[in-house]
């Protein structure tokens, strides 16, 4: 036998060796388990559902599988469960509308977890699930009616945890995507508060100090009925006195090398801040200074 016809040969009984391929599984393959979760049988639903293969279904009814798996790991308080499954069936594209109820669950049990309510063998908090879930859901369900609450909450819980630079990136999130939300007030004041938070002192960078100010005086301008008006005003002033105080520090310093025309200039700056102590100082500072030294140029002159 020649080598060609050895060669076609055993093509040929390769070829008849091979088994077809599966037809992938589709939805009407689930309708066992969804007729036993409607009896209430959740355990015999649960036990059907794991000896199938989600990856041996078509692309749609895996969308359906993660659904089903989520309902019922949820109806069995196995919410870390859930949350996969919940999070792989919005991940699967799922439409607005069948989303919703996934959409609900997930945002009560990233707040479970974010308040404590669930814990790790029953002793240990996992508030971080909880950030995460919801951070996942506002990302994956844009439209959800609960995606500006979980930036909220993730935002809240950055700034309670004094993570002012992590708050500030939040919110400012949530002011783009829903600036007409409930949550907007609050993100904007609290952003002017993250600011004033990063501010140690009289001594930080005026940067600093001018950038809470003016994030805190836009949110005054723009929230006439704002909820926390007062609070805002408080920390404008408050910020008002650091500023002022800021300019008494830097004149002391020029006055104690004998510059005395940049103590001059920075006490006038402070006192310019009616109505705060530093420019009380600043006056006082001022009655007190020389006059400017007359400069070497006229000094020399006939």
């Given at each position: ?65 993660s659904?089903?798996a ?33 959409a ?21 908090s ?29 935002a ?11 708050a500030?990136?939040d ?36 940067k ?22 007062e ?70 002159q006939?």
């Amino acid at each position: 036998m020649s080598a060609r016809v050895y060669f076609v040969l055993l093509l040929c009984g390769l070829a008849a060796c091979q088994t077809p391929e599966k037809d992938p599984l589709a939805s009407s393959d689930l309708a066992e388990v969804r007729a036993l979760m409607a009896a209430g049988e959740n355990g015999s639903a649960w036990r059907t559902l794991q000896g199938l293969e989600e990856e041996d279904f078509d692309r749609f009814a895996q969308a359906e599988y993660s659904q089903l798996a989520g309902d019922l790991a949820y109806k069995n308080g196995d919410f870390d469960l859930a949350i996969r499954n919940y999070e792989n069936f919005l991940l699967a594209g799922a439409t607005a509308q069948d989303s919703l109820q996934a959409a609900a669950r997930l945002f009560e049990m990233g707040c479970a977890y974010m308040d404590g309510e669930v814990r790790i063998l029953g002793v240990f908090s996992d508030s971080h699930r909880g950030v995460v879930t919801l951070q996942h859901l506002a990302a994956w369900a844009p439209d959800s009616p609960y995606a500006p609450e979980c930036l909220a909450r993730v935002a809240g819980a950055a700034f309670e945890s004094n993570r002012f630079g992590e708050a500030d990136a939040d919110y400012k999130t949530l002011l783009r995507f829903y600036p007409n939300s409930e949550w907007a007030d609050l993100a904007r004041f609290r952003i002017g508060l993250c600011g004033l938070e990063r501010v140690k002192g009289p001594w930080s960078d005026p940067k600093l100090i001018a950038q809470a100010m003016n994030q805190l005086e836009t949110y005054l301008a723009q929230a006439p009925s704002g909820l926390h008006r007062e609070e805002a005003i408080e920390a404008v002033s408050h910020l008002e006195e650091l500023a002022g105080q800021h300019e008494v520090l830097v004149g002391d310093y020029y006055l104690s090398i004998g510059n005395i025309r940049g103590a001059r200039l920075h006490f006038k700056e402070a006192a310019g801040r009616q109505g705060t102590s530093a420019a009380e100082t600043a006056n006082l500072r001022l009655a007190d200074l020389p006059p400017d030294p007359v400069p070497l140029d006229l000094e020399i002159q006939p």
